[in-house]
């Protein structure tokens, strides 16, 4: 399978701050997402870029499909994004290859 | 959001109890499938679904096993629960237009085995 790594594997930030979070994946891909799992559990549905560029509000994302990596961009971080941050992958199979996360706390 | 539920959403059992859980879509996505969630793991592959009645292995698939009989259910069964098998479960579903797209979850169900 494909071999998702993620970094930082944990990051905390004040609130207001910016930053970036990486996925490296070892293989070509066709399919690549972000989600976000708040502190419920719930896993919500970032951005779907296997290629290319997206933005949402304070968040953008950035696919370079050709050097197997992915960032995330949060702006003007806020308490409420606190959570954990996955990727995940997919290339000509039925399966999703996930990473193991980057965990975010923002402090008021 | 995609319509996607699980139920129970909690369940407490007994080692050595066959468990079912169950999840159900209203999207018709054609794949389906189950992780699991544990600290330090992310999110592992049980098993998944690319249409009725045909249902593949992931990395985790010892111990489970799945059915779907129709497109919007699919099952997933402990035969025998273990301890190690407390966990967090997930469905997710994929295949808006039946080619693999965006995956969306469940809200997962929390299985503690005693």
């Known amino acids: 399978g494909i071999q998702v790594e993620q970094s930082p594997p944990d990051l905390i930030l004040q609130e207001g701050a910016n930053s970036t979070l990486r996925c490296n994946f070892s293989d070509s891909v066709n399919n690549l997402q972000w989600f976000h799992q708040n502190p419920w559990g719930q896993l919500i549905n970032l951005f779907y870029i296997p290629s290319g560029t997206k933005q949402n509000g304070r968040l953008s994302a950035t696919t370079v499909a050709t050097e197997r990596y992915s960032l995330l961009y949060i702006s003007s971080s806020q308490t409420t994004d606190s959570g954990v941050y996955f990727c995940a992958v997919s290339n000509t199979g039925n399966q999703f290859y996930f990473g193991t996360g980057t965990s975010l706390t923002v402090i008021p | 959001d995609a319509g996607i539920t699980q139920s129970p959403r909690h369940k407490v059992t007994e080692t050595g109890t066959p468990v079912t859980l169950r999840c159900h879509q209203t999207?018709?996505?054609?794949?389906m499938y189950w992780y699991r969630q544990d600290p330090g793991h992310g999110l592992r592959l049980i098993h998944y679904s690319y249409g009725v009645k045909d249902t593949d292995k992931g990395e985790v698939s010892d111990g489970y096993s799945v059915s779907r009989s129709k497109t919007e259910d699919f099952l997933l069964t402990l035969e025998s629960a273990t301890s190690s098998q407390t966990s967090v479960y997930f469905c997710?579903?994929?295949?808006?237009?039946?080619?693999?797209?965006?995956?969306?979850f469940g809200p997962g169900t929390r299985l503690t085995v005693t």
């Open positions: 999207e018709n996505h054609r794949y």
């Open positions: 997710a579903i994929s295949g808006a237009d039946w080619a693999l797209d965006e995956q969306y």
